[in-house]
């Protein structure tokens, strides 16, 4: 059984061609890290397989189950999870309520429309619950536009985990966060129990490679390398593309 | 309730569904330009079918329906009638808002795609959402012919939508007062202030250039804005440490560096203006950050 089965996956804008045949195999369980310089497409893979976009061609499976077909407001329900690059949280709200609609967004309830949200005992505690795994219980009830930036990440990342998804895609988890920030974060990821598999977009290499166990390089759409952490940082065409040798 | 009015609210349902179908092919601007299109649709339509509207000359009822044998022909009668109407549609409103729904479409405003990244139908939320202000105009339809016992395509023509549109954005939108506060302010200016100023039309579009000058986010919660901005300025130093309530701790230093100005915070029922806030904050010194990829 696979994880992320991905296959000959293709997408163009115009005359662009951002994803190329690209094929990818992720284990269950597996730490996956996706790198590659700005433009290779790393983001539109991940929005390709959450169904944000529609590919041109190819074929992705979760848990050998293809899900090419499947919109993208269902693939959460078969438990993909992401976290964006640029934060978009619901920032008129307060923490508890954006990890609230994260949980809410896999239940029945949320087509409710004649209960009161904050009288549901079980989710809200269920809420907070997730965010004190994140280290933010202190600051639930904050609005989020009165948070620091590191936290919104870990607000992003409590929102991901608290739909107890079997595949989570991080896209630049580190971006724009200080030193501690960082390991704040890194030591948030690597808790998460290995029913989780993780594939990550990072640009950081200092720290995103202790993370993974594979890595894929991208490069124009394509995979150019993938391997364990020693063979990509080995690979001739890994120093030519992202470490600009 | 008379079959024919019961056949109104289904047929204004089946319109509202319709052209949810018809707009939420696109959103934003293009969600507007479809709504004002369909409208002025119904109005040729309405100006046009002379053998069953009557054209421009409208249709005249006899009379008031009498539900449960109440009748509703005196002024009175008719204003107890329209006020629990009122009272049952704001109430209807405030549940939804409060409700795990509610929330789905204050998320499915702010936040599209992540609320589609989140597991959430965000068209059939917008959909219901549409269908549902459908039913209540649809209502608010039915009493307007009650009321005046005639109805002419004026009632659906452009200038009665952008009426209707002016009260929601003077008011707030967003809101559950805001519309009710814009509402009393163009039905009070048409009847009132006409009595004494004969270009009540001009006064009314004062007022409005005001509003959109000093309160952009409508009435209800610019009042709310500038009565706290006010308190604040009577005790500039008691006013900080309220603003932003919360437990001190280690990372209080660093949030108060990063903190933003407090967002004009209106109701609990938001407003869309603060979507915009979701970006970044500016970076404090001396942070490394990622480069920015695809």
């Known amino acids: 059984m696979t994880a992320l089965d991905v296959r000959g996956l293709e997408k163009s804008f115009g005359g662009l061609r951002v994803t190329d045949r690209v094929s990818l195999t992720v284990e269950p369980g597996e730490r996956r890290l996706i790198i590659g310089p700005n433009g290779a497409g790393k983001t539109t893979l991940f929005n390709l397989i959450t169904?944000?976009?529609?590919?041109?061609?190819?074929?992705?499976?979760?848990?050998?189950?293809?899900?090419?077909?499947?919109?993208?407001?269902?693939?959460?329900?078969?438990?993909?999870?992401?976290?964006?690059?640029?934060?978009?949280?619901?920032?008129?709200?307060?923490?508890?309520?954006?990890?609230?609609?994260?949980?809410?967004?896999?239940?029945?309830?949320?087509?409710?429309?004649?209960?009161?949200?904050?009288?549901?005992?079980?989710?809200?505690?269920?809420?907070?619950?997730?965010?004190?795994?994140?280290?933010?219980?202190?600051?639930?009830?904050?609005p989020l536009a009165q948070t620091a930036y590191g936290e919104r990440r870990r607000v992003e990342i409590a929102m991901a985990l608290a739909q107890q998804p079997r595949l989570l895609l991080l896209d630049e988890p580190f971006a724009g966060l200080s030193i501690e920030e960082r390991r704040d974060v890194l030591q948030l990821v690597g808790a998460i129990p290995r029913d989780v598999t993780i594939v990550m977009i990072e640009h950081d290499m200092d720290v995103a490679l202790d993370f993974a166990e594979r890595i894929t390089v991208l490069h124009f759409g394509e995979v150019v390398v993938e391997g364990s952490r020693a063979e990509v940082v080995a690979h001739p065409r890994t120093r030519e593309i992202y470490l600009g040798d | 309730m008379p079959p024919s009015a019961a056949g109104a609210l289904a047929a204004a349902l089946v319109a509202a569904a319709l052209f949810a179908v018809l707009a939420l092919r696109g959103t934003g601007l293009g969600f507007v330009m479809i709504t004002v299109a369909l409208g002025q649709i119904v109005w040729g339509v309405a100006y046009r079918w002379i053998s069953i509207t009557n054209g421009d000359n409208g249709i005249s009822i006899k009379g008031r329906p009498s539900p449960l044998g109440l009748s509703l022909a005196s002024p009175a009668a008719f204003y107890w009638a329209v006020l629990i109407v009122f009272v049952v549609?704001?109430?209807?409103?405030?549940?939804?808002?409060?409700?795990?729904?509610?929330?789905?479409?204050?998320?499915?405003?702010?936040?599209?795609?992540?609320?589609?990244?989140?597991?959430?139908?965000?068209?059939?939320?917008r959909?219901?959402?549409?269908?549902?202000?459908?039913?209540?105009?649809?209502?608010?339809?039915?009493?307007?012919?009650?009321?005046?016992?005639?109805?002419?395509?004026?009632?659906?023509?452009?200038?009665?939508?952008?009426?209707?549109?002016?009260?929601?954005?003077?008011?707030?939108?967003?809101?559950?007062?805001?519309?009710?506060?814009?509402?009393?302010?163009v039905v009070v200016m048409k009847n009132v202030a006409s009595a004494y100023v004969e270009r009540w039309n001009f006064v009314l579009g004062a007022i409005f250039v005001v509003i959109v000058v000093f309160m952009p986010e409508g009435f209800v919660p610019g009042t709310v804005r500038l009565w706290r901005w006010a308190a604040g300025a009577w005790r500039p130093r008691a006013a900080a440490p309220v603003s932003t309530p919360g437990r001190r701790s280690a990372g209080d230093e660093r949030l108060r560096e990063e903190a933003r100005p407090p967002i004009r915070s209106l109701s609990r029922y938001g407003n869309p203006a603060m979507s915009a806030c979701a970006k970044r904050p500016r970076r404090q010194s001396g942070v490394t950050r990622g480069k920015a990829t695809s």
């Open chain 1, 51 to 142: 169904g944000e976009l529609r590919p041109d061609r190819g074929s992705i499976a979760l848990f050998d189950r293809d899900i090419t077909r499947v919109p993208g407001r269902r693939r959460p329900h078969l438990g993909i999870a992401r976290t964006y690059q640029i934060i978009t949280l619901f920032s008129g709200e307060t923490l508890l309520r954006n990890v609230t609609l994260s949980l809410l967004g896999l239940r029945r309830l949320r087509w409710n429309p004649f209960v009161r949200l904050d009288r549901q005992q079980a989710l809200i505690a269920e809420a907070r619950a997730a965010l004190d795994r994140v280290g933010l219980g202190h600051l639930a009830d904050r």
């Open chain 2, 89 to 125: 549609a704001v109430a209807s409103m405030a549940v939804l808002v409060a409700s795990p729904f509610g929330a789905s479409l204050r998320g499915t405003r702010d936040q599209p795609r992540r609320m589609q990244a989140l597991g959430y139908h965000v068209w059939m939320i």
């Open chain 2, 127 to 185: 959909f219901i959402a549409f269908v549902f202000s459908g039913f209540w105009s649809g209502v608010a339809g039915l009493l307007y012919l009650y009321y005046h016992q005639f109805v002419s395509p004026h009632a659906v023509a452009l200038s009665a939508s952008a009426e209707a549109l002016l009260m929601v954005i003077s008011g707030g939108t967003g809101t559950l007062l805001g519309p009710i506060a814009g509402a009393a302010l």
